[in-house]
């Protein structure tokens, strides 16, 4: 409690002394959303689920150029535990354990020319399969893919894990590598996850690399597990999005995700996911999206298939709102759910 609240009076003083020249940005979101099972007559309950995420970064350049320090939190809170769809992707994104404070990133980013690197606490989430029409969607799997997440204890949303990050990026082309310590036998709840020692607990390392046009983005990349006394896993994903039909007002985009990982050592071992976006539906550029997306996952527990319909607005630079709906069918069973999300942001 002692370090939370030196670190909290520490984003305040920034805040107060640099915010306004810009040498301290920070953003505060939250998101929160209503669900609800149309379909299950046993599952009348409306679940309402809450994130609110706070960031603050302080650039280096009064006293060394090219270095930024960064603090993030997340804090999720849900009005009830129990699924309300049988699904093993989750259709929300959002949707966690409570967790009342937890810290995603914290530590320090250096950049000399092309190559950045950071040291310190890190989320996954923050860095891989965040491209504009995969992070449109609200299903978890257009994350982080499920051959890694149901596989591996990656720091994956809202946790985060000491680690180092690395990047290189030259024009279109961009390399990235990030190696974690496993969170598999640590305690997570803890707000610092300041625990590092992959002798004894293990890692996870993620490399990508990604080539990135005007107007699309295509990625593949390798996860490697590692836990004491047990063989190396390993998965591997691919990422398209391509815009392919714009005209003054609209822009139609489509997207393409594939997952992998060995049946035999893994609980998912096949993923693929196929979708359109449209942006600017009614001729507001920037003012609302709409998208389609089919999602499948063979785990050793059977398939899963999911589809999403999602429409987002705009309507200030502060406020959003994003109902969306979900069909899953999973071992004989049809879910068919509906998602109101709302956003409000401020910083500068």
């Given at each position: 409690?002692?370090?939370?609240?030196?670190?909290?009076?520490?984003l305040y003083y920034f805040i107060s002394i640099w915010?306004?020249?810009?040498?301290?940005?920070?953003?505060?979101?939250?998101?929160?959303?209503?669900?609800?099972?149309?379909?299950?007559?046993?599952?009348?309950?409306?679940?309402?689920?809450?994130?609110?995420?706070?960031?603050?970064?302080?650039?280096?350049?009064?006293?060394?150029?090219?270095?930024?320090?960064?603090?993030?939190?997340?804090?999720?809170?849900?009005?009830?535990?129990?699924?309300?769809?049988?699904?093993?992707?989750?259709?929300?994104?959002?949707?966690?354990?409570?967790?009342?404070?937890?810290?995603?990133?914290?530590?320090?980013?250096?950049?000399?020319?092309?190559?950045?690197?950071?040291?310190?606490?890190?989320?996954?989430?923050?860095?891989?399969?965040?491209?504009?029409?995969?992070?449109?969607?609200?299903?978890?799997?257009?994350?982080?893919?499920?051959?890694?997440?149901?596989?591996?204890?990656?720091?994956?949303?809202?946790?985060?894990?000491?680690?180092?990050?690395?990047?290189?990026?030259?024009?279109?082309?961009?390399?990235?590598?990030?190696?974690?310590?496993?969170?598999?036998?640590?305690?997570?709840?803890?707000?610092?996850?300041?625990?590092?020692?992959?002798?004894?607990?293990?890692?996870?390392?993620?490399?990508?690399?990604?080539?990135?046009?005007?107007?699309?983005?295509?990625?593949?990349?390798?996860?490697?597990?590692?836990?004491?006394?047990?063989?190396?896993?390993?998965?591997?994903?691919?990422?398209?999005?391509?815009?392919?039909?714009?005209?003054?007002?609209?822009?139609?985009?489509?997207?393409?995700?594939?997952?992998?990982?060995?049946?035999?050592?893994?609980?998912?071992?096949?993923?693929?996911?196929?979708?359109?976006?449209?942006?600017?539906?009614?001729?507001?550029?920037?003012?609302?999206?709409?998208?389609?997306?089919?999602?499948?996952?063979?785990?050793?527990?059977?398939?899963?298939?999911?589809?999403?319909?999602?429409?987002?607005?705009?309507?200030?630079?502060?406020?959003?709102?994003?109902?969306?709906?979900?069909?899953?069918?999973?071992?004989?069973?049809?879910?068919?759910?509906?998602?109101?999300?709302?956003?409000?942001?401020?910083?500068?």
């Amino acid at each position: 409690m002692k370090k939370i609240f030196i670190i909290c009076m520490s984003l305040y003083y920034f805040i107060s002394i640099w915010g306004q020249d810009q040498i301290l940005k920070y953003e505060v979101n939250n998101v929160g959303e209503l669900q609800y099972n149309i379909t299950d007559a046993r599952e009348k309950d409306v679940k309402y689920v809450n994130l609110l995420s706070m960031e603050a970064s302080l650039r280096t350049d009064k006293w060394w150029k090219n270095g930024l320090f960064d603090i993030a939190f997340w804090s999720v809170g849900r009005t009830f535990s129990h699924n309300i769809a049988n699904d093993f992707l989750t259709f929300s994104n959002i949707e966690e354990d409570n967790f009342w404070l937890v810290c995603s990133k914290f530590g320090y980013q250096q950049t000399f020319g092309d190559f950045s690197l950071f040291a310190g606490i890190r989320n996954m989430n923050l860095d891989y399969f965040n491209s504009p029409y995969s992070s449109f969607f609200t299903n978890s799997s257009a994350g982080i893919f499920p051959t890694i997440s149901m596989n591996y204890s990656v720091p994956n949303y809202p946790l985060g894990a000491i680690g180092l990050h690395t990047e290189y990026t030259k024009g279109v082309i961009n390399v990235k590598n990030s190696y974690y310590n496993h969170l598999d036998n640590v305690n997570k709840a803890l707000v610092f996850n300041f625990k590092f020692n992959p002798k004894k607990y293990g890692f996870v390392n993620i490399t990508q690399f990604a080539y990135m046009p005007l107007d699309g983005f295509y990625a593949a990349g390798v996860v490697l597990d590692k836990l004491p006394e047990k063989s190396l896993r390993y998965s591997l994903y691919m990422l398209a999005e391509q815009s392919i039909l714009q005209t003054d007002k609209q822009d139609l985009g489509i997207v393409a995700q594939l997952g992998y990982a060995p049946r035999k050592s893994n609980e998912c071992y096949l993923y693929y996911g196929v979708g359109v976006v449209m942006n600017n539906l009614f001729g507001r550029k920037g003012r609302d999206t709409l998208g389609l997306n089919a999602f499948r996952a063979n785990m050793s527990q059977g398939a899963e298939t999911a589809l999403e319909m999602s429409y987002k607005y705009i309507i200030t630079s502060h406020i959003s709102i994003q109902p969306a709906l979900h069909y899953i069918h999973r071992q004989g069973k049809d879910d068919l759910v509906g998602l109101l999300r709302g956003s409000f942001t401020f910083g500068n």
